[in-house]
């Protein structure tokens, strides 16, 4: 499977095993990418990270 | 007849458990998953352990049992769940409870899971989850902190607890040598500068070295002045608990210093099989998924660089609520995170 990296422009290649919401990397731009669809195959940047208190 | 599961947390909630005084806890929480038919038991540092699942990879569950000081009274009002403990941390390690048995009962428990309630995360000790981590090799690791139902935690700071004592010959205040009060001061002045140094040009709280006075106090027979201080340092990635702490003794003169609790920040990436599991559990409730950098410390910091494992921390509750008066639990949102634990340890095979 390949899919496109929204960040770059780039093709992720997607081993046959992928499954939806994994976050995969970007080979070219580095950028972390949720799988949101399979059927065509779609990235979208991860979910971010924010910062927060505790513990 | 076994309770559910806000019947659960509630009476866990109702036993108080310092740190150092979790017995009674851990004996309420053995009774409970022995009659869900666990092999359950209190280990050697008093821990609460519970274990199920026979084949499959091994996921621990590693939540905390004590708690800070404050009695708040046990109370549902308003769909919330008040009580010391309630989000940090027994409402996280009672949804561990929950979640698993809710995965067994749904027939959908292909991995084998220990869960610790773990002994004085709230002291320095830390000291459950260090006799957890020489105990265990686990595939995966949930430690069991208030994330929010939506949010994964992924790291914590490191700490660093510095106890400062100095004593120096009596004088008079209208005298040139400056009084033990003012040398400590001078010491903390000289640390916060120490730590603007290091954060120049890093924006987020989780890259920056943060001092914290925690406690002051002074005195003198007459004969010797005496100022004495505790400073709570909440270390960044990069800085080591050692090297910090032969700088911290730099900067004291003769005053003598204790270090207690290091330990360095730690981190693990959004792109594990675990995190991603959550991802699609949270999006599967209908949650829109996060994920958090902390800026405490928690047993993460204990077991991650032990265990080199996919590891995050997740749980119910509003990490803001954590060691105040108004401490509560939403207990929709407990349900909630129940199944979503329940979703991710079915895909942990």
Redesign the interface.
């Known amino acids: 499977m390949e899919a496109i990296c929204p960040e770059c422009g780039a093709t992720v290649e997607l081993p046959a095993d992928t499954m939806t919401s994994e976050i995969v990397v970007c080979p070219e731009c580095g950028a972390e990418l949720e799988v949101i669809s399979l059927d065509p195959p779609t990235l979208a940047l991860a979910p971010e990270v924010e910062e927060d208190w505790g513990e | 007849m076994q309770m559910n599961a806000v019947e659960f947390l509630e009476t866990l909630l109702r036993i108080p458990s310092l740190s150092g005084q979790e017995g009674e806890a851990a004996a309420f929480l053995t009774a409970r998953m022995r009659e869900f038919g666990w092999y359950a038991f209190v280990d050697a540092a008093g821990n609460a352990v519970g274990q199920l699942g026979t084949t499959g990879p091994l996921v621990v569950l590693l939540g905390h049992i004590d708690t800070v000081p404050g009695m708040i009274p046990v109370r549902i009002q308003d769909g919330c769940l008040y009580g010391r403990g309630a989000v940090?941390?027994k409402g996280p390690f009672a949804t561990f409870v929950q979640a698993a048995r809710h995965l067994e009962l749904t027939g959908r428990l292909r991995c084998r899971l220990v869960l610790i309630g773990a002994t004085e995360?709230e002291s320095a000790s830390s000291r459950g989850a260090h006799y957890a981590r020489e105990q265990y090799a686990p595939a995966s690791c949930i430690i069991g902190?208030?994330?929010g139902w939506e949010?994964v935690?992924?790291g914590?700071k490191g700490r660093l607890l510095v106890h400062y004592h100095l004593e120096q010959d009596a004088a008079h205040s209208a005298g040139e040598q400056p009084a033990a009060p003012e040398v400590m001061v001078a010491f903390w002045r000289e640390l916060e500068a120490y730590c603007a140094t290091v954060n120049a040009g890093r924006d987020?709280?989780?890259e920056q070295l943060l001092p914290s006075l925690r406690h002051v106090a002074s005195g003198g027979d007459g004969m010797t002045d005496w100022c004495e201080a505790t400073i709570g340092l909440r270390l960044p990635e990069g800085v080591e608990p050692d090297a910090l702490a032969g700088h911290v003794a730099s900067l004291a003169g003769s005053a003598k210093l204790r270090f207690e609790g290091g330990c360095p920040a730690f981190r693990s990436p959004?792109?594990t099989?675990l995190?991603?599991?959550f991802?699609?559990a949270i999006?599967q409730h209908g949650g829109?998924?996060?994920?958090?950098?902390?800026?405490?410390?928690?047993d993460m910091n204990v077991v991650g660089p032990a265990w080199r494992c996919p590891i995050v921390a997740y749980g119910p509750g509003d990490?803001?609520l954590?060691h105040t008066p108004d401490e509560h639990l939403d207990l929709e949102e407990y349900q909630r995170a129940i199944l979503v634990l329940a979703d991710v340890l079915a895909q942990q095979v």
């Open positions: 940090d941390a995360e902190e208030p994330s949010r935690t992924l914590y987020r709280l989780f959004r792109t099989p995190a991603g599991s991802v699609r999006r829109k998924p996060g994920f958090l950098h902390k800026t405490g410390t928690a990490s803001r954590d």
